[in-house]
């Protein structure tokens, strides 16, 4: 459970990545302290927002804690975050990660269709969202719409098999996205009460709507082709949606999702306006390039003004590297997934560099450090794409 905020290392300003560092790590940490070591697969990028926002809202930094060596930091220690809001993100990732699971025991998703693995599935989800729903109330928060979600994502999504797509009883995209929707709404909006700035509430219940959509979105273009080969639901294709529309739904949702940022009361808005703006925007942008456009109109890998040849090559003319397939790429995949993400194979990198080159920023080198602060703006496209913009550089 990734998720779809992915900083990239490449060109995000190093204080903004050690600082989101700090918050992913502080999460980690808060869930094996308070439920055990099994309880960090549920660790997610995107649910760390939460911490994200609750400092930045906060008159004061996030206390933070030296953490010993570790293997997913190259068995490096690290300052981690250490806060209510931390406690916050943990719970509400204990609670979608038992609602993720559940929906996958239901549907009989692949292992999940064996009994045995169901069985334990199912137990599994019930201790994370007993845990998760102790941890909300040890900070007033009510996990109600966290802990409906799944069931209410189910009942929209089998009612499509009673009724065709563009029926009155079939229900829309915007109706299939609310359950997401109201989940992160309402966990983005209790880091006001966490933080004493109740003025916040209405715009972080929008900022959290407009990610919601986004998250669900993204994640039923990614999945797209993959759940047409097998037949899985997808909303995209259970309500007739094509990619151009979709790309429309997209781009307006992250639209109202910067307004409401915009609106925040926050001393500190560098990390959550990199995350939340511009890695969400790169987030829209990669979806459709996977899926086989861009919203620029020009065909998948080509970048506006770049030479004719190979798609996928970076601006310096190197060819990425491949995929080498087999037990290679599956024993990288497997790295990758037990160190959060943190470890990206040669190719996976390779592919990442270029596609930051080619969308966000003009040069990795420009943007990807801070003593270059006073240039990166300018070979940046756009305020919103500004990688050190908010990180207190010199």
Request: hydrophobic share 35%.
């Amino acid at each position: 459970m990734f998720g779809i905020v992915r900083p990239c290392r490449h060109v995000m300003c190093k204080g903004l990545y050690a600082d989101w560092m700090g918050h992913l790590c502080g999460l980690c940490l808060a869930l094996r302290d308070e439920h055990g070591h099994l309880s960090r697969l549920v660790t997610n990028y995107d649910g760390l927002l939460v911490s994200v926002l609750t400092e930045a809202q906060s008159p004061a930094s996030a206390s933070r804690r030296r953490a010993g060596p570790c293997a997913l930091r190259g068995f490096k220690g690290a300052d981690v975050v250490e806060s209510e809001g931390v406690r916050l993100a943990a719970s509400v990732s204990l609670l979608l990660a038992a609602g993720k699971v559940r929906d996958h025991v239901a549907d009989g998703d692949g292992v999940y269709a064996r009994r045995p693995v169901a069985v334990g599935a199912t137990r599994l989800a019930g201790r994370w969202s007993s845990a998760g729903t102790a941890m909300a109330g040890t900070l007033g928060f009510d996990p109600t719409p966290l802990t409906v979600a799944a069931d209410r994502q189910a009942l929209l999504e089998r009612a499509p098999a009673q009724a065709p797509p563009g029926s009155v009883a079939a229900p829309g995209l915007r109706e299939l996205t609310g359950p997401t929707e109201d989940a992160v709404a309402a966990a983005f909006a209790h880091t006001a009460v966490l933080t004493g700035k109740p003025h916040n509430r209405e715009a972080l219940e929008a900022a959290g709507r407009g990610f919601g959509k986004l998250a669900h979105l993204i994640d039923a273009v990614e999945d797209l082709a993959d759940d047409r080969a097998s037949g899985a639901y997808n909303p995209l294709a259970a309500t007739g949606t094509g990619l151009d529309e979709a790309r429309r739904h997209c781009d307006a949702a992250h639209a109202e999702l910067r307004a409401a940022v915009d609106g925040l009361d926050m001393p500190r808005p560098g990390l959550t306006r990199a995350l939340l703006v511009r890695e969400t925007g790169s987030a829209v942008a990669r979806a459709f390039a996977t899926a086989g456009m861009h919203g620029t109109g020009h065909p998948p890998g080509h970048a506006p003004g770049a030479p004719p040849g190979d798609p996928g090559a970076p601006p310096g003319g190197r060819p990425p590297k491949r995929d080498p397939g087999g037990l290679l790429s599956l024993a990288c995949t497997a790295l990758s997934c037990c160190t959060c993400g943190l470890y990206r194979p040669a190719w996976d990198e390779d592919r990442e560099r270029s596609f930051c080159e080619r969308f966000d920023c003009s040069g990795y080198d420009c943007c990807g450090n801070c003593s270059n602060c006073g240039n990166c703006c300018s070979c940046c496209p756009g305020e919103d794409g500004c990688c050190c913009d908010g990180c207190g550089c010199d």
